[in-house]
């Protein structure tokens, strides 16, 4: 299957597809010197808010290339993924992580309030990258079709864009997190618990995890279409 997968994205990207390759290997090393550097007593969310900046520059230079686009979409990124935690630490703040329950990490031995927001953090970044990228490219090449289009147009194409875009972003979270826990839904469906049941006792986690990343995705649009339109059409009425 990686022999495949290598070589469909050569195929499909050519260079700029083992590009890809080399941006998930990258980003791989670098979470794996964030780890260690949890282990040495650095803040665990600090460090993923940092890694996620990077993960961004990473992996949209790589697949982008240095130009506007990419910019934008980096930018888009960042605000977002900071909009998000400062979300996330106002809920924390107020309710604290009363409705999520914690079973499936009960092996852990550090406290689990220093995993599980940068853990809801970094699973909402893909989706967040993808839809800043996907709206920073259709506002470049709107552009470069015609260079006189108004910033009026541009947000409405932006618009339908984001909408096209958002409900299967969505669901691409959804499936992604319930597949995770796929063996023991059906086990417990066939042991007689209600779907609600095991929602409520064993997917709250996964829950969490998709409504971060769906709140990112929504955010990400009305982001991304702003900062794209103001770097590519700066000066435009």
């Known amino acids: 299957m990686i022999v495949i997968f ?4 050569y195929i499909v990207g050519s260079y ?6 080399l941006s998930l290997i990258l980003n791989l090393i670098i979470f794996y010197i964030g780890l260690h550097l949890y282990l040495r007593g650095i803040n665990l969310l600090l460090i993923c808010t940092i890694e996620m900046i990077i ?45 999520i329950n914690f079973n499936e990490l009960s092996f852990l031995t550090v406290p689990i309030e220093d995993i599980i927001l940068p853990e809801l953090l970094i699973g909402s970044i893909g989706a967040i990258m993808d839809v800043a990228i996907t709206i920073s490219s259709s506002i470049s090449e709107l552009i470069q079709k015609d260079n006189d289009i108004s910033v009026e147009n541009l947000k409405k194409s932006a618009k339908e864009i984001g909408k096209d875009i958002m409900s299967t972003m969505s669901n691409v979270l959804f499936f992604t997190y319930i597949c995770s826990g796929l ?15 095991y929602i409520s006792t064993n997917f709250t986690l996964e829950l969490a995890r998709f ?27």
């Not at 700029?16 to 390759?21: A, D, E, H, Q, R």
């Not at 520059?57 to 605000?79: D, E, F, H």
């Not at 023991?184 to 049941?197: C, E, H, Q, T």
């Open 183 to 197: 063996p023991i839904f059906v086990l417990a469906l066939r042991n007689g618990f209600s779907m609600y049941n």
């Open 16 to 21: 700029k597809g083992l590009l890809s390759v």
């Open 55 to 99: 993960f961004s520059i990473m992996s949209l230079v790589l697949a982008s290339g240095i130009n506007k686009k990419t910019l934008s979409a980096v930018l888009s990124v960042i605000v977002a993924t900071l909009i998000i935690l400062a979300l996330m630490l106002i809920i924390v703040y107020f309710k604290g992580y009363d409705g």
């Open 211 to 237: 409504l971060v990343g769906s709140i990112g995705i929504i955010l990400t649009i009305p982001i991304s279409s702003y900062v794209s339109i103001k770097l590519m059409k700066r000066g435009t009425k």
């Open 6 to 9: 290598l070589n469909l994205l």
